[in-house]
């Protein structure tokens, strides 16, 4: 079973500082989701990445998907205390197509005014 | 309605009670999806159906078991409850059962069985 570990767990940062958080296996992503979860909601899908060396950009967010497609990483410039959450990483159980995933435990952010 | 809805928001239940988490979305998605989330172990998926009248077992399907009669209502079935699914549950439902599909979340129901 594929298993996916993200770092860091805890990261508390000031506002307008940047910051790295990180998604990896041991096994090839088929395709690789991020969701941000506000405390008390359900996640939000923040991007999909499938191709290896793909990059996304959504406003402050850079996402990357590793050559190999064995690691992805989310980069945020200029944190906002708006940006607090959980940060989540979900991948298709057992490297296939349909939408029964598996997440990281995920990487919880707080960022300070 | 828009979205995904659940109910009950928070229940607090005896072990060895049967329990029935409500699971309706308005949005017309063929899939469906049932996950807990506990501290330190992330979310985990605990039953699925990709269309109406399917249902496939997820990660953690032991001691669950789940409906899905029509489009819309994805209902998940506690038959006798023990402590160690205290959790809070969330629902979640895509367009079509793909990994490049978004999935919409509902708010969660926090169960605590005693």
């Known amino acids: 079973t594929q298993l996916l570990e993200q770092s860091p767990q805890f990261l508390s940062i000031q506002e307008g500082e940047n910051l790295t958080v990180y998604c990896n296996s041991s096994?090839?992503?088929?395709?690789l989701q991020w969701y941000r979860q506000e405390p008390g909601e359900g996640p939000v899908l923040l991007v999909t990445?499938?191709?290896?060396?793909e990059v996304k950009k959504l406003k402050r967010l850079t996402f990357q998907f590793g050559d190999a497609r064995k690691d992805s990483s989310l980069h945020i410039t200029a944190a906002q205390p708006g940006d607090t959450g959980l940060y989540l990483c979900?991948?298709?159980?057992?490297?296939?197509?349909?939408?029964?995933?598996?997440f990281g435990k995920g990487t919880k952010l707080s960022v300070k005014p | 309605i828009a979205g995904i809805t659940q109910a009950p928001t928070s229940q607090i239940l005896a072990a060895g009670r049967r329990m029935t988490l409500r699971c309706t979305q308005d949005?017309?998605?063929?899939?469906m999806y049932w996950y807990r989330q506990d501290l330190g172990l992330g979310l985990r998926l605990i039953h699925y159906?990709?269309?109406?009248?399917?249902?496939g077992k997820g990660e953690v399907p032991d001691g669950y078991s789940v409906s899905r009669a029509n489009t819309d209502d994805f209902p998940l079935t506690l038959a006798s409850a023990v402590p160690s699914q205290t959790s809070v549950y969330f629902c979640?439902?895509?367009?079509?059962?793909?990994?490049?599909?978004?999935?919409?979340f509902g708010p969660g129901t926090r169960l605590t069985v005693l």
């Open positions: 979640a439902s895509s367009e079509v059962a793909s990994a490049m599909e978004e999935q919409f």
């Open positions: 096994s090839v992503f088929s395709s």
């Open positions: 990445v499938v191709t290896g060396g």
């Open positions: 979900a991948t298709p159980r057992n490297g296939g197509s349909q939408g029964n995933l598996i």
């Open positions: 949005m017309r998605h063929n899939a």
């Open positions: 159906s990709n269309t109406a009248g399917t249902t």
